[in-house]
């Protein structure tokens, strides 16, 4: 819910903005576009929602996406708002990415307790 929540966000944002410049339009056309990086994203969230199991989805979500890429990427965005005097696209992604950093303090844990499981089945097999 959360995601989607922030995707409405930034598109209530950018759709805001196309009367200063058409090149806010870039998070409704991102859909519908063939290039390379729509397509990779459109196929990470893809397989992500639809075609993994729970165990993927916790790894691919909260340690591959939060912390590799929404948390750095929400930074950014944020100095460069300030910068550009944008204080309430600023405000609004601010808020989004304190979000994305709880989402992302998960997802070290996970990967821990998955690979403190793996080895504790594999000490298992050995004994049996």
């Known amino acids: 819910m959360d995601e989607v929540r922030h995707t409405q966000v930034q598109l209530l944002l950018s759709h805001d903005n196309i009367s200063v ?6 998070a ?6 063939d290039r390379w990086l729509p397509i ?16 993927e989805f ?12 929404t ?31 709880r989402h992302a303090q998960i997802g070290h844990p996970v990967l821990k307790t998955f690979a403190d499981i793996t080895k504790l089945s594999e000490e298992m097999k050995k004994k049996v």
């Open 21 to 26: 410049s058409p090149k806010f339009a870039f």
């Open 28 to 33: 409704h056309k991102l859909f519908w576009t």
């Open 40 to 55: 990779a994203a459109r196929s990470f969230f893809n397989d992500t929602i639809t075609g993994t199991t729970a165990t």
């Open 58 to 69: 916790a790894l691919l979500t909260t340690f591959a996406f939060e912390t590799g890429f």
């Open 71 to 101: 948390n750095l990427q929400f930074v950014a965005f944020v100095a460069m708002a300030n910068k550009s005097n944008d204080f309430v696209f600023s405000t609004a992604i601010q808020s989004i990415q304190t979000d994305e950093s």
